[in-house]
């Protein structure tokens, strides 16, 4: 079965300060897709990358970037210079093939950044 | 391009009432997601939606939950009656197939006293 923990219930961050969101997930799949979403207060759910289970590349995206590494079956989320807009709960989620392209969403992490 | 729509965004209903969300997804995505999200959790599917079947239902209630998606575009989520643990938040999401990222609408936020 496939499942998704975010250990971290809720970070609190000084603007500016670097912040790490981790997220472990489990599969018995070879083939599986990993993703962010990040849950402003307006309640809309905000796609923010898809990563495949072949590609262990990290990725940055301004101050986003991502860490995927399979031997710890951990998908991280770094924010770099964090700022107040950057508050929210931040989901990750694993789709795989056992459940189709449901996407199994885990607690999420409350970020708050204050000024 | 329009995003994922959901109506009502809010709704405030007694207990054994019924009550129904609409949604309309992205123009051209044949996936149709309902999610459940309850305070401080993570959202949980309830259904899933490849044009006009229901493909994956196996999480919703289906005593007192029903769904359609009528040709293949809208779709409707109803309980019928409500209980006062159906308060949550109901998301609806759309994609355009496979292991495509999904987007979501706003999400209706159903409170039952």
């Known amino acids: 079965a496939q499942k998704v923990t975010q250990a971290q219930t809720e970070i609190s961050v000084v603007e500016k300060e670097d912040v790490t969101l981790d997220c472990v997930y489990e599969?018995?799949?070879?083939?599986?897709?990993l993703f962010w979403y990040k849950q402003p207060p307006s309640g809309e759910l905000v796609f923010l990358i898809r990563?495949?289970?072949?590609?262990?590349q990290n990725e940055i995206s301004g101050r986003y970037s991502w860490n995927f590494q399979k031997s710890t079956s951990s998908f991280n989320f770094t924010i770099t210079a964090s700022q107040v807009v950057d508050s929210a709960v931040y989901f990750c989620?694993?789709?795989?093939?056992?459940?189709?392209?449901?996407?199994?969403f885990g607690g999420g992490t409350r970020l708050m950044v204050k000024p | 391009e329009a995003g994922v729509v959901q109506s009502p965004r809010y709704k405030i209903i007694e207990k054994k009432q019924p009550v129904a969300f609409w949604c309309n997804p992205i123009?051209?995505?044949?996936?149709l997601y309902w999610y459940r999200q309850n305070l401080g959790q993570g959202p949980e599917l309830l259904i899933r939606y490849e044009n006009e079947e229901a493909v994956d239902d196996s999480q919703l209630p289906k005593d007192r939950f029903s769904a359609e998606r009528l040709k293949g575009v809208d779709s409707t989520l109803k309980i019928q009656p409500a209980e006062l643990g159906d308060s949550a938040v109901y998301l609806c999401?759309?994609?355009?197939?496979?292991?495509?990222?999904?987007?979501f609408g706003q999400g209706t936020r159903l409170t039952v006293v």
């Open positions: 999401a759309s994609s355009s197939g496979g292991y495509t990222e999904a987007f």
């Open positions: 990563r495949n289970s072949f590609d262990e």
């Open positions: 599969t018995r799949d070879t083939t599986y897709y």
């Open positions: 123009s051209g995505h044949n996936t």
């Open positions: 989620a694993l789709a795989d093939n056992n459940a189709g392209n449901m996407l199994t």
